[in-house]
Nanobody, 122 residues
């Protein structure tokens, strides 16, 4: 099970840190991803990382502003979001895939967290 947290309301240009906690130890070969879904839009990939720490992949729309990291000791994956813009407003989800390689495809992910809302005001 995955538990996402850290969402909230922030002004444009601000920062937020999202955390995804896994309830049990997951395989180092699992790929962990962050997705987001804005109202009326499809769910889109934001960033991903292997539990081993390799395979980091950041979507072009957030490149240079968002970073992803993992803490194996705490079984958490963190999405650091800087220079937030109103278009970043969405529900953010963490997910885990059994594929040991980076994947941006929603259907490749086997487990999903409940989502955390990020609202960026202009």
């Amino acid at each position: 099970q995955l538990q996402a947290s850290g969402g909230g309301l922030v002004q444009a240009g601000g920062s937020l840190r999202l955390s995804c906690a896994a309830s049990r130890r997951t395989s180092s070969s699992y790929y962990m991803g962050w997705f987001r879904q804005a109202p009326g839009k499809e769910r889109e990939f934001v960033a991903g990382i292997l539990w081993s720490g390799t395979g980091t992949y950041i979507a072009g729309s957030v490149m240079g502003r968002f970073t992803i990291s993992r803490d194996n000791a705490r079984n958490t994956v963190t999405l650091q979001m800087n220079s937030l813009q109103p278009e970043d407003t969405a529900v953010y989800y963490c997910a885990a895939s059994k594929f040991p390689i980076p994947t941006t495809i929603v259907s490749d992910y086997d487990w999903w967290g409940q989502g955390t809302l990020v609202t960026v005001s202009s």
